[in-house]
């Protein structure tokens, strides 16, 4: 009688549910970084940054480890490859959403939003200017024009600051250079805290 070959058991791999799986978390983990980069929540250069990129070279390295060591193990091969293409792409979004550093990177952008000066507010705003012009004559601070304009909103106080440091720096003799920063640093706080990098929009340009 002919010798048979013995019976190599096979083993049975139970599926997983979705959300109990690893490739489902990295690719989950893929998707939040990504936006959170595109939403302006990571700021490149920062910390942060620094660490998800170097969280995401870690995590790239431990799927390739993984993934051959499962293949030449003939153990869930195909759950390896899924792992390795999750972490990979993690890299990926991170490298790519990352904005370039270097001595050639761009400054500090402006927001895209426009506040228009002279639109419905322009009489309110003239008001408002000519109110902040005579406080800085009498000696007021630009600290306490900073606090007044962000009492007015940004519509109307907002444009009447940008029209003020506009009319500072450019209408007159050249200010003390103290002055001039003092002028330029409330505006950029005033656009920073209280109306979100917006750039106004005035008669005599954008600022």
Same mark, same amino acid.
């Given at each position: ?22 490739e ?17 929540l ?19 390295a ?36 990352a ?16 506040i ?26 630009? +600290? &306490?024009?900073?606090?007044? %304009? *962000?009492? #007015? $909103?940004? =519509?109307?106080g907002?444009? @009447?600051?940008?029209? !003020? ?20 640093? +409330? &505006?950029?706080?005033?656009? %920073? *805290?209280? #109306? $979100?990098? =917006?750039?106004?929009?005035? @008669?005599?340009?954008? !600022?």
């Open positions: 009688m002919p010798e048979t070959a013995p019976t190599v058991p096979t083993a049975t791999v139970i599926a997983k549910p979705g959300p109990r799986t690893t489902f978390w990295l690719t989950l983990l893929v998707v939040l970084i990504s936006q959170a980069y595109a939403v302006g990571v700021g490149a250069g920062t910390p942060l940054d620094k660490g998800l990129s170097f969280v995401a070279g870690a995590l790239a431990y799927g390739y480890a993984g993934a051959r060591a499962s293949v030449k193990g003939t153990v869930h091969a195909a759950s390896a490859v899924i792992r390795a293409a999750a972490v990979g792409l993690l890299a990926i979004a991170l490298l790519h959403a904005p370039a550093c270097g001595p050639n990177q761009p400054g500090p952008v402006i927001g895209t939003t426009v228009d000066c002279t639109g419905q507010n322009a009489s309110a705003v003239a008001t408002l200017f000519a109110d902040f012009k005579a406080k800085l004559t009498g000696g007021g601070s630009w +600290a &306490l024009i900073e606090a007044d %304009a *962000k009492s #007015a $909103g940004v =519509a109307i907002g444009c @009447a600051l940008a029209l !003020l440091v506009q009319d500072y720096l450019g209408n007159r003799g050249a200010p003390p250079r103290a002055e001039g920063n003092a002028a330029r640093a +409330a &505006l950029e706080d005033f656009r %920073a *805290k209280v #109306a $979100g990098g =917006a750039t106004f929009k005035t @008669a005599a340009g954008n !600022l």
